[in-house]
């Protein structure tokens, strides 16, 4: 349950405009050709447009570099992200992805808002991180499907017992482990059983159910 749908990323694929995107980058775009688009690439120093952009298919392709895909791999590659991370700044139309970055780099800072306050207690804390799941859930298919064929899906039901779904996108939410904020709410996460001393989400994939006293 924890691989996203081919079905859903083909559907990111064609239905983002990757031209209006890239041009939100601050990448000018002219007509070449019948069919395509170029600018000065953002992945290299160049003063000849070399960066194609095929809004037909929605692809581009970098000639100065080699590189090339969809609209995911552009993000990739401009924002310095994962591929979930990717997918699901997409999948959420974020308001991030429509900004310049400035020069392309790896980030460290998240672009996901965060769903939890760092200086809350552990109760409140860990509440959170519940809520997080349980929003989640209801975002993914396959999480839905699987509860509906189980004859376990009611709406009543879900809120009650605040069930929730472990998607793998908590730690996207959360500056990155190197950074000295990021690894502290990483190490309150560990202690409460959140996350894993590998430094991975304890219920990755997994239908969380929690146990309320």
């Not at 939100?24 to 600018?39: C, M, P, Q, T, V």
Request: net charge positive.
């Amino acid at each position: 349950m924890g691989r996203i749908p081919e079905t859903e990323l083909d559907s990111l694929k064609s239905s983002v405009d990757l031209a209006a995107l890239v041009r939100s980058k601050g990448i000018e775009l002219k007509k070449h050709g019948s069919k395509d688009l170029a600018g000065l690439s953002p992945f290299t120093e160049e003063k000849t447009p070399s960066f194609i952009v095929t809004p037909g298919k929605n692809l581009w392709h970098c000639m100065s570099s080699g590189q090339g895909g969809s609209v995911i791999d552009f993000v990739m590659k401009y924002d310095g992200v994962s591929f979930r991370e990717a997918v699901e700044l997409l999948r959420t139309k974020n308001p991030s992805l429509y900004r310049s970055a400035g020069p392309v780099r790896k980030s460290t800072v998240p672009k996901l808002p965060p769903p939890i306050e760092f200086d809350a207690d552990d109760q409140t804390l860990f509440g959170q991180v519940l809520a997080y799941y349980a929003g989640r859930l209801k975002e993914n298919k396959a999480a839905v499907d699987y509860l509906k064929k189980r004859g376990l899906w009611e709406e009543e039901a879900l809120a009650t017992f605040r069930i929730g779904y472990a998607d793998r996108t908590l730690g996207l939410t959360l500056p990155h482990k190197n950074r000295k904020d990021g690894a502290e709410i990483r190490t309150r996460l560990q202690r409460l059983g959140i996350y894993r001393e590998s430094g991975h989400e304890h219920f990755n994939g997994s239908l969380v159910f929690p146990v309320i006293d």
